[in-house]
C-alpha cells in the first residue's frame, strides 16, 4: 500500500504522518484533490489505530429538538422555520422535559438538546428546561445549545457568554454540541448565512466554554459551495483553538443535505466524498481525539466503511432526530444497540458504549 501511496504523489506526507508531524494547509488541499481515496484512507486509518486501536465508540443518547423557529434561516437548512408559519414548531419546557421522562425506563446517559434561534423566549425558558430534565433525570449528561445558541442566550440575558454559561452549567448543562459551525469562511456565511454568529464568534465561545470545564464538539458542513482551501482552513482554525484550549471531544463532518432547503439545486454528497471528508480531517486534526461518522448524515453502511478511513464513532441511538430528517435523509430515525454493535463487528472492530465524555459502560 505504500508504494501506492507514493505513486499518488502523497509519499511525503506518509513520511509527515509517520514521524507524527504536522500537515500543512497545502497538504490538507493536496489531500482532498488526490483522485486517490484508498491512499489517504490507509494514511487516515493510520492514525486512527494509532490514537484508537480497534475500539468504536456508541453512546446510548437521545435528542430533543425543542424548537424549530429561528430568526437566521440560514439557506442550508430546512429545520429553521419563522414563527406562526407551516410547520413551526416550540414546545413548552413541560413538554420537553416529558419528552424525557416518557423514555425513563430506557438506559440514556445523554440528552442532546438544540433548537433555532427563537425570537421572543426567555432565558428563563432555557434554565427551567434544563433544571427541569435533571430533575426527571438526575444522572443523564445534558450536552446543549450550540455555541449559536449559547451566543444567543447570553444576549438574553445580557450578559457575557463566559457568565451565562455559568449560568446553565448551574442549572444542569453538562458538554456542549458542535453545531453552528457550518464552514468559518466569512465568504460562505454571507453567502448561505449572513445572520448567523461568526466563524471568529463561534470558535470564542467554544474555547470560552473548555476554559469553564465544558467540553464540546465540533463540526463541518461541507458539500454545498465550499471550495477544499475553505474546508482546509476551517480545519485548521480548530486544530489552533484545540490548542489553545483542548477541550474539543470530537470532530463530526456533516454532509450537505440539500431537499427542502434554499440550496435544493445542489446534488447530495457522494460516498467518496463524505469519506474523504472524514479521511482528511483525520489527519488534519492531530490534537482531536476522536473523529466521528454520523450514520444519521451518511447512512449505517457509509459509518462502515468510515471505520477504517480515520473515523472510530458512529455517534449512538440518536432516538428522534428532526434536523437531517427534515432535509430529506433516508436514514432512520433510531438505531438499537444491537445494530450499532453488529455493524461496528462486521467492520472488524470492537464496539465500545461510552458517555458523554468517552468514559468506558460496556463493551461487547
Known amino acids: 500500500m505504500e508504494i501506492l501511496i507514493e505513486k499518488a504523489g502523497l509519499g ?19 489531500l482532498y484533490e488526490s483522485p486517490d481515496l484508498l491512499a489517504v484512507g490507509y494514511m487516515a486509518n493510520m492514525v486512527r489505530e494509532e490514537k484508537n486501536g480497534d ?33 413551526s414548531y ?12 416518557e423514555r425513563i425506563d430506557e438506559p440514556i446517559t445523554e440528552v442532546h438538546v438544540v433548537g ?15 433544571k427541569g430534565i435533571k430533575k426527571a433525570r438526575p444522572a443523564i449528561h445534558i450536552q446543549g445549545f450550540t455555541c449559536v445558541e449559547i451566543d444567543h442566550l447570553a444576549k438574553l ?20 454540541p458542535g453545531g453552528g459551525a457550518e464552514v468559518f469562511s466569512p465568504r460562505i456565511r454571507e453567502k448561505t448565512c449572513p445572520d448567523k454568529l461568526s466563524g471568529e464568534g463561534w470558535l470564542e ?11 464540546t464538539n465540533a463540526t463541518m458542513l461541507y458539500g454545498h459551495i465550499e471550495t477544499l482551501e475553505e474546508r482546509v482552513e476551517h480545519l485548521m482554525a480548530l ?89 430529506g435523509a433516508d436514514t432512520e430515525q433510531a438505531m438499537a444497540i444491537p445494530e450499532l454493535v453488529r ?14 465524555l468517552y468514559d468506558v459502560i460496556a463493551e461487547y
Not at 205 to 215: D, E, F, I, P, Q
Not at 282 to 294: E, Q
Not at 343 to 356: F, H, N, S
Request: net charge neutral.
Open 12 to 30: 511525503d506526507i506518509l513520511a509527515k504522518v509517520k514521524k507524527g508531524e504536522r500537515l500543512s494547509k497545502e497538504d490538507g488541499v493536496r
Open 55 to 87: 475500539d468504536t465508540f456508541f453512546i446510548y443518547n437521545q435528542h430533543l429538538n425543542y424548537s424549530n423557529i429561528c430568526t437566521n434561516l440560514c439557506k442550508f437548512c430546512a429545520f429553521g422555520k419563522e414563527k406562526g408559519t407551516d410547520k
Open 90 to 101: 416550540e414546545m413548552t419546557v413541560d413538554e420537553a422535559v416529558a419528552k424525557i421522562t
Open 116 to 130: 433555532g434561534i427563537h425570537p421572543d423566549l426567555p432565558f428563563s425558558y432555557y434554565t427551567d428546561m434544563l
Open 157 to 176: 440575558n445580557n450578559s457575557s457568554v463566559k457568565e451565562t454559561l455559568q449560568v446553565l452549567k448551574e442549572a444542569g448543562l453538562d458538554s456542549i
Open 205 to 215: 465561545v467554544a474555547k470560552t466554554a473548555h476554559r469553564l470545564g465544558l467540553n
Open 239 to 327: 486544530r489552533e483553538a484545540q490548542d489553545e484550549t483542548g477541550g474539543f471531544l470530537a470532530f463530526i463532518p456533516l454532509a450537505f443535505h440539500p431537499k427542502n432547503t434554499e440550496m435544493s439545486d445542489i446534488s447530495r454528497t457522494s460516498g467518496v466524498e463524505d469519506l474523504k471528508n472524514i479521511a482528511v480531517a483525520r489527519l488534519m486534526l492531530d490534537n482531536f481525539p476522536h473523529i466521528k461518522a454520523y450514520w444519521v448524515m451518511i447512512g449505517p453502511k457509509m459509518a462502515q466503511v468510515a471505520l477504517s478511513f480515520g473515523a472510530d464513532d458512529v455517534d449512538g441511538t440518536v432516538k428522534e432526530e428532526l434536523i437531517t430528517h427534515m432535509a
Open 343 to 356: 455493524i461496528i463487528k462486521e467492520a472488524g472492530r470492537k464496539p465500545i458504549q461510552r458517555g458523554t
